[in-house]
């Protein structure tokens, strides 16, 4: 059973981050980026990390967050059963920060060269269908620190995002690489003040009363799974498996496993 413990008080609220995006994006590195020490064990590979996931304290600028590192859901990478429970593993922690104040950031961490339809179906399945576009999304690109400047990467691609109906908040295009010779170091540093200004500006509460937002079909999936096992409502498991595949990019036997379990049945 997952149990997450959180206080919050009028004087020192933290704010929530959920941090979310492909293994080997480089998500560990930023959360030392923004902490300004080593809290997140790091990997110079493409390995994970992060087999679940894993809360982290940090303080700057005079307020407090909780960053949540999340499993990278590539499904290419995994096995449908190790995928689904990361879906699972998400979808609770998802859950269970709402249930306690909810979620003020979610912190896409990408890095050049991902596949810009993966990028597209992570986008999906957190803001889409976990969080249901309750909180605003922000993209950190890392790795950049090779650009003659780093923004001029974002310049370039900013359009192809818009293509595929990435709508984010935000964006810091930073570098996360500390071991560098002396002008990457200085990037470094220009790194940590952007992400730290980027994370405050959008995690104030008149933004997130600003970001939450209305039902959607998702939502209602989520919130009434009883309704769907007992016929009540018109929108059946079978029906939820296409808009799986369709705006999440799964596979028919993924989506009617996840079907399955969204909706109650244990037959996995």
């Known amino acids: ?31 030392n980026l923004m902490a300004g020490e080593e809290l997140a064990p790091t990997s110079s590979d493409m390995q994970r990390c992060t087999t679940q996931w894993k809360e982290y304290a940090i303080s700057f600028g005079g ?25 699972e593993n998400s979808y609770r922690l998802i859950k269970e920060l709402d249930r306690q104040g909810g979620i003020d950031l979610l912190l896409f961490c990408i890095r050049p060269g991902n596949i810009i339809t993966a990028i597209q179906r992570n986008y ?23 650009e003659r400047r780093m923004e001029d990467w974002w310049e370039r691609n900013k359009r192809t995002f818009g293509k595929y109906q990435i709508q984010v908040a935000g964006h810091a295009c930073i570098t996360t690489a500390n071991k560098l010779g002396s002008r990457h170091k200085d990037l470094y540093e220009e790194s940590r003040i952007t992400i730290r200004q980027l994370a405050k500006k959008f995690t104030t509460d008149e933004q997130k009363q600003a ?58």
């Open 1 to 31: 059973m997952l149990c997450i413990s959180i206080i919050l008080t009028d004087e020192n609220r933290h704010r929530t981050i959920v941090l979310f995006g492909e293994a080997g994006a480089g998500k560990s590195s930023l959360i």
């Open 63 to 87: 307020d407090s967050y909780k960053v949540f590192d999340t499993v990278g859901l590539e499904e290419p990478q995994l096995g449908i059963k190790e995928y689904l429970e990361s879906v």
């Open 124 to 146: 999906r399945l957190f803001h889409e269908f976990l969080c249901e576009k309750k909180s605003p999304v922000v993209l950190a690109i890392t790795s950049l620190e090779r």
């Open 211 to 268: 970001w939450i937002g209305g039902d959607n079909l998702f939502a209602s999936l989520m919130r009434k799974p009883k309704q769907l096992l007992a016929g009540n409502s018109h929108m059946k498991r079978k029906d939820l498996v296409p808009l799986l595949v369709e705006r999440c990019g799964m596979s028919q036997d993924v989506a009617r496993q996840l079907a399955n379990m969204i909706t109650g049945r244990v037959d996995l």
